[in-house]
T-cell receptor
């Protein structure tokens, strides 16, 4: 069965520090990979996506993610976190073979301390 | 202009009632989805329609019935509401979920409808 694991439920970082949010997936097809961000009471905003090609992808708000097939991972990174980055982050996996439905991880709540 | 809009934003109702949530997208997309986010923030797909045709139907109680009058709308009707139906329901759309170029598989989400069943 398809699954996505985000091992960290909560992460707290200081403003200006670097950030890495982990995502591992188990998928029986060639995956499409996404990171979405959800601010409190808001919908989901797409940060970045990977379909194929260059395994390091750039997104909005200074985020990037690296696809590592050998590790079945798609970790999200940001070199310097801003207070406005505090939100919940969801990793998601889809595949054409599964009708493009997205399977989401449980989310990681990011807290930023000043 | 809101790309994917859902109404209402909040819905509070009693157990046993029937309610509908509406979703409209103005992106010209062919595929629309409904997801449920439970109290633990876990997001799970419920349904997907492509050009008004049901293509994904996860294990969802029969009390939930999606209806797509045209490809820009996907409404969700829920009969005999139960306490466990309380959640945030998200609508999403993508250009073409089953064929075409890769970029067409990006899903855009609405702001969600928070349903509270008392």
């Amino acid at each position: 069965a398809q699954s996505v694991t985000q091992p960290d439920i909560h992460i707290t970082v200081s403003e200006g520090a670097s950030l890495e949010l982990r995502c591992n997936y188990s998928y029986g097809a060639t995956p499409y990979l996404f990171w979405y961000v959800q601010s409190p009471g808001q919908g989901l905003q797409l940060l970045l996506k990977y379909f194929s090609g260059d395994t390091l992808v750039q997104g909005i708000k200074g985020f990037e993610a690296e696809f590592k097939r050998s590790q079945s991972s798609f970790n999200l990174r940001k070199p310097s976190v801003h207070w406005s980055d505090a939100a919940e982050y969801f990793c998601a996996v889809g595949a054409r073979e599964y009708g493009n439905k997205l399977v989401f991880g449980a989310g990681t709540i990011l807290r930023v301390k000043s | 202009d809101t790309a994917v809009s859902q109404t209402p934003k909040y819905l509070v109702t009693q157990m046993g009632n029937d309610k509908s949530i509406k979703c409209e997208q103005n992106l010209g997309h062919d595929t629309m989805y409904w997801y449920k986010q439970d109290s633990k923030k876990f997001l799970k797909i419920m349904f997907s329609y492509n050009n008004k045709e049901l293509i994904i139907n996860e294990t969802v109680p029969n009390r939930f019935s999606p209806k797509s009058p045209d490809k820009a709308h996907l409404n969700l009707h829920i009969n005999s509401l139960e306490l466990g139906d309380s959640a945030v329901y998200f609508c999403a759309s993508s250009q073409d979920g089953t064929s075409g170029g890769l970029a067409k598989n990006i899903q855009y989400f609405g702001a969600g409808t928070r349903l509270s069943v008392l």
